[in-house]
């Protein structure tokens, strides 16, 4: 029996080593690339749009396996501690997040709406049944995401068949399987993509960043030299070499010899990646061969214990360890740099950072508690008005987190979606969470009018159209208001609200004549005839000069069902100008009945009832007034003496007017300053010449520079014989134009 000499031994050994290597080399380049999205996610959108091409150009694009993200019925829904994302790592959150239409059709929800699952099961399905024309169908989704018929017709996807298949429960069953893979491994969030079992993050980051991630995987082989970088930690790492970013390029150079080696720290705000900072690697070329340079992030320990010692106010920030002072070239290169010694560090701040730290770092970190919301949505809005979008929607994210229910930040984080990053969906979907809360915000109609209007989509941009209309109107912009409404009745000249709304702003912009017709119109489309319509149309009379109109459509607001307080008062104010006394009397009765808090309707009653010479009964209703909680004393007082001075009865007059005027220098009222005038002529009339005096300087008290109640005390002090102040008065009347 032969025996295998020791070198065939050992080639047999080779041969074997050789074939699993090859063998695990086969299976690690062909594994698949799994990807977890929701169709409707931008992220996701964005993200398939960066890694087919990429996968395109290295022939991997078969490796790449799609995952729907949805939930399931029969299974509890998860739960997200996470409250939001910053940009650079942003994506959808299926977790602990309510569907949009806020109720579920069927056995599977989705964040975006029953329309995303409907679109997820047609793409499983081709993905089952059409496998070659499934990446197609991706690319050709990507671009209309609003026809998936027309996509698959282009692509020769039976369109009846699809349909037909998505109804199955075998179809169910497929997609049920599908998301149950996310499920088993806890993936809530899209996009994410795992290569290998390990979760390329870079997927939700730039298509830089996901290029430098698939070059250190070996997914991509090819272009993975020089690429594109802002931060040596976007560079994929070479063993042996240490990789810089230069000039906006990956550079590599051997790494110094252990003992040669002296690390340095380039310390980075938080995501600082997104920041147009000038690369250190610059600053450091003539030194890179004896330097290892490393990234460290400010919230780190270490970063937080090199910063200790000093001041920042400005970043990035280089730290050399205090023993390059050992090297010769040590003291070069902190003379050089003009490093500050801090402690067992010299510190270099980088002055041309565009991100100034007391914005984006001092506020952020400084304020503690309740405030740290306000700074960050605070924050995140200098940001953005500064053109740092990115950084802004990191801050806006993380105020979301601790107050989901602020409409100016989901508003303003739309508008950084919108404008920047083109996710026009997306950014529409934040623009209504914002009206959500607030029903009326402003900014958030404009940019729904926007998006409606870049789509096409004219009926919707309308209808919000009116809404901001009535919320200018309500904020009295009157003339923007009545162009929208204006701009609706072109195109629907029987809009009942809009015509109305256009009439209410013409009158407030002091054209009645012009919106009266709007209003006769308005009767005309809509009978019986609203109380606050026939208030407008009687106040359009009014102010265009026609009370007898007015009194007419004054009356029937007050008559109808549910009568107007305000068409009341008016009503009131006419007839008493009018001296129609008992039509006043009914009016001020049906005030009082029908909102027994306003004061004014009691007044109305006991002047009507004095000038019906029912005086004995408007005394008493004046001195029962005193009891009403809302009735001012003063105002009693004044009718009260009035009533005297017109009965003659001087010293009730007298009486009732010093009370009068006790009150309001206690309380001084300016909305009297007319009654007052008028009581302090009627004391000049009577002779009461110091009560008179006592009055004008009440109204002086309130308006110093009143022409008539100087001239009228310069005549008082006359008749009391001071003729300084007479002359002083008579002066300062002079003065002010008298």
Not at 92 to 117: I, M, N, W, Y
Not at 672 to 695: F, N, P
Not at 696 to 701: D, K, M, R, T
Request: charged share 25%; proline share 5%.
């Amino acid at each position: 029996m032969k025996t295998s000499s020791p070198a065939k031994k050992c080639l047999l050994i080779g041969l074997l080593a050789s074939a699993l290597a090859a063998a695990w080399l086969f299976l690690r380049e062909s594994s698949p690339l799994d990807l977890y999205i929701m169709p409707y996610c931008p992220y996701a959108q964005k993200a398939l749009s960066t890694l087919l091409p990429m996968l395109k150009a290295a022939g991997q694009q078969n490796r790449l396996k799609i995952h729907y993200l949805a939930l399931d019925a029969k299974f509890k829904r998860p739960q997200d501690t996470r409250s939001g994302y910053p940009v650079e790592n942003a994506g959808c959150s299926l977790a602990g997040r309510p569907d949009e239409t806020g109720k579920q059709e069927g056995r599977f929800s989705s964040l975006h709406g029953q329309g995303e699952v409907e679109e997820a099961m047609r793409q499983a399905a081709i993905a089952k049944r059409w496998p070659g024309k499934f990446l197609p169908y991706l690319e050709a989704f990507a671009q209309n995401q609003k026809d998936w018929r027309q996509n698959c017709a282009a692509l020769g996807i039976p369109v009846d068949e699809l349909a037909a298949l998505v109804k199955t429960d075998e179809a169910k069953e497929w997609f049920a399987e599908n998301i149950a893979d996310a499920r088993k491994r806890k993936i809530y969030k899209s996009p994410a993509l795992f290569v290998n079992g390990r979760e390329v993050k870079s997927i939700r980051k730039s298509a830089a960043a996901l290029r430098h991630e698939l070059c250190s995987l070996g997914v991509i082989k090819s272009g993975c030299d020089g690429v594109a970088c802002k931060a040596a930690t976007q560079c994929p790492q070479k063993p042996g070499y240490q990789a810089v970013c230069q000039k906006s390029r990956c550079v590599y150079r051997r790494a110094p010899a252990a003992a040669d080696a002296v690390t340095v720290f380039a310390i980075l705000p938080f995501e600082c990646n997104a920041c147009k900072i000038i690369p250190v690697a610059d600053l450091l070329a003539p030194w890179l061969d004896h330097l290892n340079i490393q990234n460290l992030d400010l919230e780190t320990p270490l970063a937080q214990d090199i910063l200790r010692a000093c001041s920042v106010k400005e970043f990035p920030v280089l730290a050399l360890p205090s023993g390059i002072a050992a090297f010769p070239w040590g003291n070069e290169l902190a003379a050089k740099l003009q490093a500050t010694k801090a402690g067992e560090w010299y510190l270099v701040s980088i002055n041309n950072t565009v991100i100034p730290f007391q914005i984006y770092g001092h506020i952020r970190r400084d304020v503690k508690g309740v405030h740290m919301d306000f700074s960050r949505s605070a924050t995140g809005f200098l940001l953005h008005q500064a053109g740092f979008d990115r950084l802004a929607a990191n801050d806006y994210w993380a105020a979301l987190g601790k107050n989901p229910n602020d409409p100016q930040v989901w508003n303003n984080l739309g508008a950084i979606l919108y404008d920047q990053q083109k996710m026009r969906q997306s950014a529409a979907a934040m623009f209504g969470r914002a009206l959500k809360i607030d029903h009326d915000y402003e900014p958030a109609l404009r940019n729904m009018i926007r998006y409606h209007m870049e789509e096409r989509q004219n009926a919707e941009a309308a209808s919000f159209k009116d809404r901001l209309a009535w919320v200018l109107c309500r904020k009295g912009n009157w003339r923007e208001a009545a162009a929208l409404f204006n701009e609706t009745l072109k195109s629907e000249p029987l809009k009942y609200d809009a015509r109305k709304g256009l009439a209410w702003a013409l009158v407030r912009l002091d054209q009645p004549a012009e919106a009266i017709p709007h209003l006769l119109k308005c009767v005309d489309l809509r009978q019986p005839v609203e109380t606050d319509l026939a208030n407008l149309l009687a106040g359009a009379y009014f102010r265009a000069g026609q009370k007898s109109e007015a009194l007419k459509w004054y009356r029937q607001a007050v008559q109808g069902v549910r009568p107007s307080q305000e068409a009341a008062l008016n009503l009131a104010g006419l007839l008493r100008e009018a001296n129609d006394w008992n039509d006043l009397l009914t009016v001020a009765d049906t005030g009082i009945r029908h909102w027994p808090e306003q004061i004014d309707f009691y007044f109305e009653r006991t002047g009507a009832l004095w000038r019906l010479c029912q005086q004995q009964e408007s005394i008493k209703a004046l001195n029962a007034l005193r009891q009403h909680p809302n009735a001012p004393s003063s105002r009693i007082d004044y009718e009260l003496a009035w009533r005297s001075a017109e009965r003659g009865e001087r010293d009730a007059f007298d009486r009732q007017a010093k009370q009068l005027f006790q009150a309001l220098r206690q309380k001084p009222n300016p909305l009297l300053k007319q009654e007052m005038i008028r009581i302090s002529k009627t004391a000049v009339e009577l002779k009461l010449y110091r009560l008179a005096v006592d009055g004008f300087n009440l109204v002086l008290a309130c308006e110093p520079s009143n022409i008539e109640a100087h001239r009228l005390l310069a005549a008082c002090y006359e008749a009391l014989g001071n003729g300084r102040k007479r002359d002083e008065h008579s002066q300062l009347a002079k003065e002010f134009g008298g």
